[in-house]
């Protein structure tokens, strides 16, 4: 089954440029709806799992989790392997259910490093969005209602963030080009135009058909 990963700067709207994608193709979006599955496979709510969205635990995190397992009067052997973290186990979840869902039918997949999971596929379409740093910080002001010094916090710490994620559990770095079929610039495309470069990529490497 075809699939289209797009991975996103935050303030870059990928999403949008996702689900306009899906939309027009008439396939299946895993954006919310991957939190879901994973909340509900790993038996943490969708906001926990929206939490340690392409989030790497601090050191601090990794020992307060570890510690939490039982006070020390009562604390189990220490395991042979390394302690689970809860961010390990979400990304051991995504994985299943993302080589699940690609057996369903066609998707399109948001994020959570769908582009290294399905790296190796002759029929996967892999999108980068990204924008400059001005535009990113715009993006988050009017989508979010907060002001520049916040949205420049939260662009920085959430890009950093997801460059840690796929740094960490696949080696990879999150903005090589050669981890992408297509990089687009949503500031200049728009939303809009973004989408139908995908789409034109789509029909032109995977044979797909655009039902707009």
């Known amino acids: 089954m075809p699939v289209i990963t797009i991975s996103r700067m935050y303030g870059s709207?990928?999403?949008?440029?996702?689900?306009?994608?899906?939309?027009a193709l008439g396939w299946s979006l895993f954006d919310n709806a991957l939190v879901d599955a994973i909340a509900q496979r790993s038996g943490l709510t969708p906001a926990e799992v929206s939490a340690?969205?392409?989030?790497?635990?601090?050191?601090?995190?990794?020992?307060?989790?570890a510690l939490s397992l039982g006070s020390p009067e009562v604390m189990p052997p220490v395991p042979a392997?390394?302690?689970?973290?809860?961010?390990?186990?979400?990304?051991?979840?995504?994985?299943?259910?993302?080589?699940?869902?690609?057996?369903?039918?066609?998707?399109?997949?948001?994020?959570?490093?769908?582009q290294c999971l399905l790296a190796e596929r002759s029929d996967a379409l892999h999108v980068f969005c990204y924008a400059t740093r001005g535009a990113l910080r715009r993006y988050a002001m009017e989508k979010f209602g907060i002001d520049?010094?916040?949205?420049?916090?939260?662009?920085?710490?959430?890009?950093?963030?997801?460059e840690q994620y796929v740094k960490?559990?696949?080696?990879?770095?999150?903005?090589?080009?050669?981890?992408?079929?297509?990089?687009?610039?949503?500031a200049w495309l728009g939303m809009d135009g973004a989408a139908a470069?995908?789409?034109?990529?789509?029909?032109?490497?995977?044979?797909?058909?655009?039902?707009?």
């Open 13 to 23: 709207g990928g999403s949008e440029v996702a689900e306009r994608v899906a939309s």
């Open 52 to 65: 340690q969205e392409e989030r790497v635990p601090s050191i601090v995190e990794r020992i307060a989790e």
């Open 81 to 114: 392997g390394p302690v689970e973290t809860t961010d390990e186990r979400i990304v051991a979840v995504t994985k299943r259910v993302i080589e699940e869902a690609v057996q369903t039918g066609p998707a399109v997949f948001v994020g959570r490093g769908a």
């Open 148 to 162: 520049a010094v916040e949205a420049e916090r939260r662009v920085h710490d959430t890009n950093r963030q997801r």
């Open 168 to 186: 960490r559990h696949w080696n990879r770095s999150w903005l090589a080009h050669e981890n992408y079929h297509v990089c687009v610039n949503t």
């Open 197 to 212: 470069l995908v789409l034109d990529a789509a029909s032109r490497v995977l044979g797909v058909t655009v039902q707009r």
